[in-house]
């Protein structure tokens, strides 16, 4: 079976929820059944883990970090994004693994190919077939982030070294990644989305 699992990445401030939420909207319109969540979140452990990850008051270590991430992904997985694939639901998301790969393992140099396995772990293949990365330069997203949380307050050095990554994630798979100028307009930048849904599923 097709599985339909598209996430929405990009650096902070990059307009991915926006569009995401949109994207939903429409595919709901023609008739898909669509279940939405955001990372980390989206199930009662995971909202706990967000708390952890982006309120101010703490400090977990680099793994403790990737981990934590990684620990939300996999309840998510479980107990959402599996079960809505298995009953032939689309599955729109607010970031995924991707954002753990360009954040803690190249912004934190924890390394890609490491944290990437901790994550595939806890996924049990479950995996998105599309990525849309929204593409902006980090100035520009971080000047638009309205809620700053723990890590996007970290500043520009480590946005842009998320951006390179992502970049360099897109590059090497071609085939699962839609790479959108964010800058075109939330009109466009969802037109175009839903154009490249539209050729690949
Ligand atoms: P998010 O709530 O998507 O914030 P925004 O909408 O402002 O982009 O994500 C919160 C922060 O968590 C953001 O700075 C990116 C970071 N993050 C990681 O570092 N690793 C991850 O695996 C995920 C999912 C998010």
Not at 58 to 66: F, T
Not at 79 to 85: D, K, Q, R, S, Y
Request: glycine share 10%; hydrophobic share 45%.
């Amino acid at each position: 079976m097709m599985s339909r699992y598209v996430a929405f990445e990009g650096v902070d401030g990059a307009g991915k929820s926006t569009i995401a939420r949109l994207v939903t909207d429409r595919l709901m319109e023609i008739g898909h059944h669509v279940v939405h969540v955001r990372e980390p979140g989206g199930t009662r452990t995971g909202e706990a883990v967000r708390e952890i990850l982006l309120g101010t008051e703490s400090q977990p270590g680099l793994w403790a970090e990737a981990l934590l991430f990684a620990a939300a992904r996999s309840q998510l997985a479980a107990e959402i994004i599996g079960p809505a694939l298995e009953a032939d639901k689309t599955v729109v998301s607010d970031r995924c693994v991707y954002s753990s790969l360009a954040y803690q393992g190249a912004g934190r140099g924890l390394g890609i190919d490491d944290v990437r396995k901790v994550n595939e772990a806890g996924l049990l293949g479950v995996w998105p077939d599309t990525v849309v990365l929204l593409r902006v330069a980090p100035q520009r997203g971080l000047a638009r982030e309205d809620a700053a949380d723990r890590i996007s307050i970290e500043g520009l050095e480590l946005q842009e070294s998320v951006a390179a990554a992502y970049d360099q994630l897109a590059a090497a798979e071609p085939e699962r990644f839609v790479v959108v100028e964010a800058d075109l307009g939330v009109d466009e930048v969802v037109r175009l989305s839903l154009k490249a849904l539209g050729e690949r599923w």
